[in-house]
């Protein structure tokens, strides 16, 4: 089987996470620069099979579009051009940030590195990918 990814796009930074290849488990992998994002996804599935790319959905509390969006749903369009064998799949990502940083302080992550830029963004990023992985 092929690994299913997924992403957490930001302004500045993507987290990403990645099955195992039973699609079972969900882990952190990296933050990227979103600027290098397009690269570094070129790379990767040309290296290995990816059998779908999970995108955080980032909505607001009452269900409607947040500040981040528009952004999502740009990456989206673009994904589906450039990977048209890859599934594309949209997830809610509420609250998944909040989640990330729980799971940071439960995990006895110092304070100093939990304010480290993309610290958070890979665990968001899992936490889409493990709620993808419960609902299918």
């Known amino acids: 089987m092929a690994k299913i990814i997924a992403l957490d796009i930001g302004g500045k930074r993507t987290g990403i996470a990645e099955t195992d290849p039973l ?10 620069a979103t600027a290098d994002l397009q690269d570094y996804l070129t790379k990767w599935l040309a290296a290995e099979p990816i059998e779908a790319i999970v995108l955080g959905e980032p909505l607001a509390l009452d269900g409607g579009d947040s500040h981040n969006s528009q952004r999502v749903r740009d990456w989206h369009k673009k994904l589906l051009k450039l990977f048209p064998e890859v599934k594309l799949v949209l997830q809610d990502e509420r609250f998944s940030s909040k989640l990330a940083l729980q799971a940071q302080i439960q995990s006895g992550m110092k304070k100093k590195k939990r304010r480290e830029k993309g ?18």
Request: glycine share 0%; proline share 7%.
């Open 119 to 136: 610290s958070l963004d890979p665990i968001s990023a899992a936490i889409i990918l493990n709620d993808y992985l419960q609902n299918t």
């Open 23 to 32: 699609q079972m488990i969900a882990s952190p992998k990296e933050t990227v």
